[in-house]
């Protein structure tokens, strides 16, 4: 979810929610150019919205798990999602050129948390969950409106 800004945390393109001396702001930023879209009186209002907003985005929901190079690889992790009872989404590219073509897979919504034993490496697991620093930290607490979306999208 790089394409989203939830109360300052910096993106270079997407949308954001920030409170602006008591007004929250839904915008979209590109290239250094940021627009506001909708404007809200109070904070409910507000993550309610961005919440739906970004509910609709096919690709915010999406968490990486790994690239498999051949499809028996690809395919046993698919029968284990499929055994978890767990929503994913899959898609080839080509890695290495037209001759070299990866599977991806991605698990949809909160079913990451059911297959952490599943994703390839542990750099990949912290671009996928929120949970490094934990919800009491400090920098979590900073980011209220992160959490009350979390909070909901949950």
């Given at each position: 979810?790089?394409?989203?800004?939830?109360?300052?945390?910096?993106?270079?393109?997407?949308?954001?929610?920030?409170?602006n001396g008591?007004?929250?702001?839904?915008?979209?930023?590109?290239?250094g150019?940021?627009?506001t879209l909708?404007?809200f009186?109070?904070?409910?209002?507000?993550?309610?919205y961005?919440?739906?907003k970004?509910?609709?985005?096919?690709?915010?929901n999406?968490?990486?798990?790994?690239?498999?190079?051949?499809?028996?690889?690809?395919?046993?992790?698919l029968?284990?999602?499929?055994?978890?009872?767990?929503?994913?989404?899959?898609d080839?590219?080509?890695?290495?050129?037209?001759?070299?073509?990866?599977?991806?897979i991605?698990v949809?919504?909160?079913?990451?948390k059911?297959?952490?034993?599943?994703?390839?490496?542990?750099?990949?697991?912290?671009r996928?969950?929120?949970?490094?620093?934990?919800d009491?930290?400090a920098?979590?607490?900073?980011?209220?409106?992160?959490?009350?979306?979390?909070?909901?999208?949950?």
């Amino acid at each position: 979810m790089n394409s989203y800004s939830i109360n300052g945390n910096i993106i270079n393109e997407g949308h954001g929610l920030e409170n602006n001396g008591g007004l929250y702001q839904w915008y979209y930023t590109e290239r250094g150019e940021r627009r506001t879209l909708e404007y809200f009186v109070n904070e409910k209002d507000a993550v309610e919205y961005a919440l739906e907003k970004i509910k609709m985005d096919e690709h915010a929901n999406r968490n990486y798990i790994g690239m498999y190079k051949t499809d028996d690889e690809a395919e046993e992790v698919l029968l284990e999602l499929r055994k978890r009872g767990v929503e994913y989404w899959t898609d080839k590219i080509p890695y290495g050129g037209l001759n070299d073509w990866r599977t991806r897979i991605f698990v949809i919504g909160c079913g990451i948390k059911k297959v952490k034993d599943l994703i390839q490496d542990k750099q990949k697991q912290r671009r996928t969950t929120s949970k490094d620093k934990g919800d009491d930290s400090a920098m979590a607490k900073e980011y209220k409106l992160w959490f009350k979306l979390k909070r909901l999208w949950s």
